[in-house]
């Protein structure tokens, strides 16, 4: 399994990127796409999630909602993130990630998402980075 992202970059705050991961290998093993970010300092949250070729509806975790959409294009194996109004907070890398399943919850009071399963069933790609300024 492989992921690749690309479309990071530099931007002003109020604008807007859209970063694409594309998946290779075995399907199964990738149903869950998903897509984390790090900002310097602190741990890997968990943004969005998207089963792959189904009609299940995409799940965001509450500091992605209203300004990120997670999406997909089966024929290309390819899963996007769109990021609108973004803000320098949002300031971070972002990866790509799959797992056979995802996982959502609320937890002290605020929603997120992730990968289900152990960690060794996980796959990432190597990030790429979005900076606001």
């Known amino acids: 399994v492989q992921l690749v992202e690309s479309g990071g970059g530099s931007v002003q705050a109020g604008g807007s990127l859209r970063l694409s991961c594309v998946a290779s290998g075995a399907t199964y093993v990738t149903r869950c796409m998903a897509w984390f970010r790090q900002r310097p300092g602190e741990e890997r949250e968990g943004l969005a999630t998207?089963?792959?070729?189904?009609?299940?509806?995409?799940r965001y975790a509450d500091s992605a909602k209203g300004r990120f959409t997670i999406s997909q294009d089966n024929g290309k194996a390819t899963v996007y993130l769109q990021m609108n109004s973004l803000r320098p907070e949002d300031t971070a890398m972002y990866y790509c990630a799959a797992a056979p399943a995802c996982t959502q919850g609320r937890y002290g009071g605020i929603w997120k998402v992730g990968l289900a399963g152990a960690e060794s069933s996980h796959y990432w790609g190597k990030g790429t980075q979005v900076t606001v300024s």
């Open positions: 998207i089963y792959r070729g189904d009609s299940d509806p995409p």
